[in-house]
C-alpha cells in the first residue's frame, strides 16, 4: 500500500516550470531514490511534497499521504504545519541553517515533539535523549546541553534525523543529506539513515545525485531531467541494465566497471573495505 502518492506534480515559477508532470507512489517502509543531475527538479519536487515552496513558486497535480484527508497540495497552511515535521518530515543538507543556533539541541529535538503535541515537555525532554541515543550520539544527556555550533558537521545531521523521527512519520525526505560531510562520516550517516527508517518501517524518499550512495540505499529509483521523471525501475536492475538512454549516460559518466556482483555501485571506498 502507497504512504505517498504524487501525480501530475508540476512545479512553477510565473515564468517557467520547473518540475513538469511527475508522478510516483512510495510504499509503507520503502526506499526510493531520486537521482539526477543538478538543476533537473529534484529538490523542488520535494519542497513541493513538503510545502517548503519558495516564493514565487507554485505546484499544481495531487500529493495524498496516507491518513491524511484531501490533497496536501490544496491543504492551508495551518493544516500543513500539522501534517509537516509529523506526519512526513524533512533531513536538508546544509544541518546549520536548519538548527536553532541560539538552543540547546536536546531543547530542538523536545520541541519536534511538543509543537505537534505528541508528547508532555517533561515526556519530550526524556524522548529527546533517548533520540539522540537512538541516532548513536555520544553521552546523548550531555550531547542534549550542547549548542549546534558545538557540535560536529555528522553529529548537527544527527541531531536533525532525531528531529526528523521525533514523531515516528510514515516519510522521511532526505535531501543531499550527506553532500557536505567527509566519507567515513557520510558512509556512517548513511548507515544510520537506513538503519533507523528500516526499524521504524518509515518510508524514504532519498535525494542524491550520487549513484553509489543510492545503490546502497534504496530498493527503487526514479531519475529526473529537466523537470520530468524519465526512467524508473527497481534496483539494482535499473543500474545492472539501464534501458534508458538518459540513465546509461549517467551511468556512463559515473564508474559502471565498479559495479560488484549484486550490481552494487562501489565507487565509495572505506579504506579499501566495506
Ligand atoms: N527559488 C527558486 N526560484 C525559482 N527557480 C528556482 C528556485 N530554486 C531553484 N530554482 C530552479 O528550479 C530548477 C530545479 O532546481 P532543483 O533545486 O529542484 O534541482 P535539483 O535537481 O535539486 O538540483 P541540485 O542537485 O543542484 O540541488 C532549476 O532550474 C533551478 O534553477
Known sequence: MSVLSVAELTVSTAHRALVRGVSFEVARGERVGLIGESGSGKTM????????????????GSVRLSGVDGDLLRLRERELARVRGRRMAMVFQEPMTALNPAMRVGRQVAEAMTLHRTRTRRAAKAAAVELLDQVRLPDPEITARAYPHELSGGQRQRVLLAMALANDPEVLICDEPTTALDVTVQAKLLKLIRAVTEERGTALLFITHDLAVVADMCERVLVMHGG???????????????????????????????????????TITWNGDD
Not at 519536487?45 to 499544481?60: F, S, W
Not at 534496483?235 to 559495479?259: M, V
Request: hydrophobic residues 40%.
Open 228 to 266: 520530468r521523471v524519465v526512467d524508473a525501475g527497481p534496483l539494482p536492475g535499473l543500474f545492472t541494465s539501464p534501458r534508458h538512454p538518459y540513465t546509461q549516460g549517467l551511468l556512463a559518466a559515473s564508474d559502471l566497471e565498479k559495479l560488484d556482483e549484486h550490481g552494487k555501485l562501489r
Open 45 to 60: 519536487t520535494a519542497a513541493a511534497v513538503m510545502g517548503l515552496l519558495p516564493e514565487g513558486v507554485r505546484a499544481t
